[in-house]
């Protein structure tokens, strides 16, 4: 068995690059549960579109200003890791409690009385950050192993 010809090919490469795919699906499928249920409050609400785009620019403002930073962290984590490292360290404890915390906080706000079309708000903010910011795991994957010293995510 011939070596591979490009480094974005190797296992190690792909051992990376299936850790950044990782973070970002994980992102991404956080933002599609918070959303269906966002949408399903929403269908009743009076002024829904206005909500909902009250969410999205909320949402793009949070992922500017701090989701951006914390998966370009988090990327940059993966790849200072190197290729060889085990997965299951590509996603830091902190991250996990956070991730945690954040779970409860929904689920804490969801028994309280505030009305849905307030948290419907508010999901389709964190909704919008967390899809909006997956882009920077995608575009460090999209830039393989050979991009090891470029930062794809100012692109």
């Known amino acids: 068995m ?13 051992n990376e690059r ?30 829904a579109i206005v909500l909902a785009l009250l969410g999205v620019g909320l949402g793009l403002l949070k992922a500017r200003f701090l989701l951006d930073g914390v998966a370009r962290k988090a990327a940059r984590r993966i790849r200072k890791r190197g290729p060889m490292a085990p ?3 590509s996603v830091s404890v902190r991250s996990w409690a956070v991730v945690l915390s954040m779970i409860a906080l929904g689920h804490a706000l969801r028994l309280t009385s505030v009305p849905r079309p307030v948290l419907a708000v508010l999901y389709v903010a964190v909704a919008t950050a967390l899809l909006t910011a997956s882009r920077i795991y995608w575009r ?10 470029q930062d794809p995510s100012q692109r």
């Not at 010809?5 to 190797?10: P, Q």
């Not at 795919?21 to 009743?44: D, H, N």
């Not at 460090?140 to 010293?149: L, M, N, S």
Request: aromatic share 12%.
């Open 87 to 89: 997965g299951r360290g």
């Open 18 to 47: 299936m850790q950044l795919a990782f973070a970002g699906v994980l992102w991404a499928t956080g933002a599609a549960v918070l959303g269906t249920r966002a949408f399903s409050w929403l269908l009743e609400a009076p002024y």
């Open 140 to 149: 460090f994957h999209a830039a393989g192993w050979d991009a090891h010293e």
């Open 2 to 14: 011939s070596a591979p010809s490009d480094t974005t090919d190797s296992p190690t490469a792909r």
